[in-house]
């Protein structure tokens, strides 16, 4: 199975990310803490992501990879 990662590097942190609506298995989640969800950047719930990429196509800033 592929695995997916997020750079936090190039998150924009958007709380709105539109990797995390577009996942069919809601497997980015956002990070604990902030003041706002995904203030603290997104990570991706192995438990939950199949590795189908959707996330990774809608990432804008190109933050999502495959790995």
Same mark, same amino acid.
């Given at each position: 199975?592929?695995?997916?990662?997020?750079?936090?590097?190039?998150?924009?942190?958007?709380?709105?990310?539109?990797?995390?609506?577009? #996942?069919?298995?809601?497997?980015?989640?956002?990070? /604990? =803490?902030?003041?706002?969800? !995904?203030?603290?950047?997104?990570?991706?719930?192995?438990?939950?992501?199949?590795? #189908?990429?959707?996330?990774?196509?809608?990432?804008? /800033? =190109?933050?999502?990879?495959? !790995?």
């Amino acid at each position: 199975m592929r695995t997916v990662t997020i750079d936090a590097s190039a998150c924009d942190r958007s709380p709105a990310c539109p990797a995390r609506r577009a #996942c069919p298995r809601g497997a980015i989640v956002p990070i /604990a =803490g902030g003041s706002y969800p !995904g203030s603290g950047g997104y990570t991706v719930d192995t438990d939950r992501c199949t590795g #189908c990429a959707v996330c990774v196509l809608s990432c804008p /800033a =190109g933050a999502v990879r495959v !790995g």
